[in-house]
């Protein structure tokens, strides 16, 4: 059974740092992995998603790496800003057609500090 | 944009009632999917629908059920609610297809209590 752990649970930084958020699984046999955003009561907002036979993608300030053999992502956010402050889950993809069940983290809550 | 509306956004219940949450998305898309969230536990699976009419049970399908009549709409069905269903429920959409890979999209979410 596909188990995706985020470490740390919590993380705060201060205003204008890089940083780094981390997501683990156990099964490298997936179609693809996506990280989203989630703001306190509210629904999820994707940000990135990577292929399989992707090693990263990039979008403006962030950038998500997946190294398959490992079992890792790690989602890079550059120049952190305090609307960057909400809970970040990875999730990995499965299913018998292919791609369409997510198996998810429970999230890292990030705060930036102005 | 892609839009996935939720009927609400908060809901209380009694223990037994039978509660319907509806999910509407407007972007033609095959897949839908129903989740709840619980804190510590994640985003976890409950019923998954690739066409109308068709479903396909998540992780946790027990004492729910769900219908897709039409495209557009997928309904998440509690038919005895019990307090240990009280959680947030989240609906998705994906544009689906075997083989391709898509991202999914949420709703807003309903935080259901069931008293």
């Known amino acids: 059974k596909q188990e995706v752990t985020q470490i740390p649970a919590a993380l705060s930084v201060p205003e204008g740092e890089n940083l780094v958020l981390n997501c683990s699984f156990t099964d490298s046999a997936i179609y693809n992995l996506q990280w989203f955003r989630q703001d306190p009561g509210k629904g999820l907002t994707s940000l990135l998603l990577i292929q399989s036979s992707q090693r990263e993608q990039t979008s403006g300030r962030l950038n998500a790496s997946l190294d398959k053999s490992s079992g890792r992502s790690t989602l890079y956010i550059a120049a952190s800003q305090p609307g960057d402050s909400a809970t970040y889950l990875c999730?990995?993809?499965?299913?018998?057609?292919?791609?369409?069940?997510?198996?998810f983290g429970t999230g890292t809550r990030l705060t930036i500090i102005p | 944009d892609v839009k996935v509306t939720q009927s609400s956004r908060y809901l209380v219940k009694r223990t037994g009632e039978k509660v319907f949450l509806e999910c509407v998305q407007d972007?033609?898309?095959?897949?839908m999917f129903w989740y709840r969230q619980d804190p510590g536990l994640g985003l976890r699976l409950i019923y998954f629908s690739y066409d109308v009419k068709m479903k396909e049970k998540g992780d946790i399908p027990e004492g729910y059920s769900v219908s897709r009549e039409k495209k557009e709409r997928f309904s998440l069905i509690l038919e005895s609610a019990s307090t240990n269903q009280t959680s947030m429920y989240l609906c998705?959409?994906?544009?689906?297809?075997?083989?391709?890979?898509?991202?999914?999209?949420f709703g807003p979410g309903t935080r259901l209590t069931v008293t």
């Open positions: 998705a959409s994906s544009l689906g297809g075997s083989g391709l890979i898509h991202e999914q999209y």
């Open positions: 972007m033609d898309h095959e897949n």
């Open positions: 999730a990995v993809s499965r299913g018998n057609f292919g791609n369409e069940k997510l198996t």
